[in-house]
């Protein structure tokens, strides 16, 4: 595979690159939740919901558990969900897809669409400091065109305030080197056509494993979202690996198993 190709579509070729990552980023500890924890954070995001919506009777339903999740079934059809190993916690109204449209949908520009708009989305990114939390949205909010919450989901991870350890940052290059390997494992070679990326591009930043994985450590990473193309034949891939020499956390990849981590020396509606 030809390296300096990859470099150049990551951006991480010599003096590339606007907001370059920091020498060093701390190594977080997160919170790990108890299912008492977990079941009064469920409470208060139900609690919540009811406050928003005016719905004296939204915490009145029913608690399914499972292995992985719990589901709130509320009145209406809506549900609450939690993911039990991320604490992450999402709701979802009993609204019909194409119910409450918005009157008149328009773009910046103000220019109306001749399109019906049904769902506004807004999604949100959790910064730590400077420094991203990558992976999906951190929170996201769905709204009806009347106002009405459709959906909500909030992934950010507790953290309890302690820094694991205040790690040096690899540089661009060297984490594109890693993502090129990773890329070659996967691949199966080592030679591929500098015309076959079609797109690339690499981000640094913390890195969420997923709403259905355990954690114990936001670490530093680089994410790079890579598309490849032969012929017809059109491959996209989402990589992710460490952005500091010594790996404080196992990233999982097409369906492995949850990640090991490392300690210090071991590295709704009414």
Same mark, same amino acid.
């Given at each position: 595979?030809?390296?300096?190709?990859?470099?150049?579509?990551?951006?991480?070729?010599?003096?590339?690159?606007?907001?370059?990552?920091?020498?060093?980023?701390?190594?977080?500890?997160?919170?790990?939740?108890?299912?008492?924890?977990?079941? $009064?954070? *469920?409470?208060?995001?139900?609690?919540?919901?009811? =406050?928003?919506?005016?719905?004296?009777?939204?915490?009145?339903?029913?608690? %399914?558990?499972?292995?992985?999740?719990? #589901?709130?079934?509320?009145?209406?059809?809506?549900?609450?969900?939690?993911?039990?190993?991320?604490?992450?916690?999402?709701?979802? *109204?009993?609204?019909?897809?194409?119910?409450?449209?918005?009157?008149?949908?328009?773009?910046?520009?103000? %220019?109306? *669409?001749?399109?019906?708009?049904?769902?506004?989305?807004?999604?949100?990114?959790?910064?730590?400091?400077?420094?991203?939390?990558?992976? $999906?949205?951190?929170?996201?909010?769905?709204?009806?065109?009347?106002?009405?919450?459709?959906?909500?989901?909030?992934?950010?991870?507790?953290?309890?305030? =302690?820094?694991? =350890?205040?790690?040096? #940052? /690899?540089?661009?290059?060297?984490?594109?080197?890693?993502?090129? $390997?990773?890329?070659?494992?996967?691949?199966?070679?080592?030679?591929?056509?500098?015309?076959?990326?079609?797109?690339?591009?690499?981000?640094?930043?913390?890195?969420?494993?997923?709403?259905? %994985?355990?954690?114990?450590?936001?670490?530093?990473?680089?994410?790079? %979202? /890579?598309?490849?193309?032969?012929?017809?034949?059109?491959?996209?891939?989402?990589?992710?690996?460490?952005?500091?020499?010594?790996?404080?956390?196992?990233?999982?990849?097409?369906?492995?198993?949850?990640?090991?981590?490392?300690?210090?020396?071991?590295?709704? *509606?009414?």
């Amino acid at each position: 595979m030809n390296e300096q190709t990859l470099f150049s579509s990551l951006g991480a070729g010599p003096g590339s690159g606007p907001n370059p990552p920091p020498a060093q980023a701390d190594v977080l500890l997160l919170q790990q939740l108890s299912r008492e924890q977990l079941q $009064a954070r *469920s409470r208060r995001f139900v609690g919540l919901l009811r =406050e928003q919506d005016g719905c004296p009777n939204i915490d009145a339903g029913s608690w %399914k558990q499972s292995d992985d999740h719990t #589901v709130i079934h509320l009145a209406g059809g809506a549900r609450a969900v939690l993911y039990h190993a991320s604490g992450a916690l999402r709701y979802v *109204s009993g609204l019909a897809p194409a119910s409450k449209p918005f009157v008149r949908g328009t773009d910046r520009a103000g %220019k109306q *669409s001749e399109t019906t708009l049904f769902r506004a989305i807004g999604a949100y990114r959790q910064f730590i400091g400077t420094i991203p939390v990558l992976g $999906a949205a951190s929170a996201a909010v769905q709204v009806a065109g009347d106002g009405q919450l459709d959906t909500l989901a909030i992934l950010t991870r507790p953290a309890n305030g =302690e820094v694991l =350890e205040r790690a040096a #940052v /690899i540089e661009p290059q060297a984490g594109a080197r890693r993502v090129l $390997a990773q890329l070659s494992a996967l691949l199966g070679q080592r030679d591929m056509p500098a015309d076959a990326f079609e797109s690339a591009s690499m981000q640094f930043g913390y890195l969420d494993l997923g709403k259905r %994985k355990p954690q114990r450590v936001l670490a530093p990473a680089y994410v790079a %979202k /890579i598309v490849l193309r032969h012929r017809r034949v059109r491959q996209a891939y989402v990589l992710a690996v460490a952005a500091t020499e010594r790996p404080y956390l196992d990233m999982p990849i097409f369906g492995n198993e949850a990640p090991v981590t490392r300690g210090r020396m071991e590295v709704g *509606s009414c």
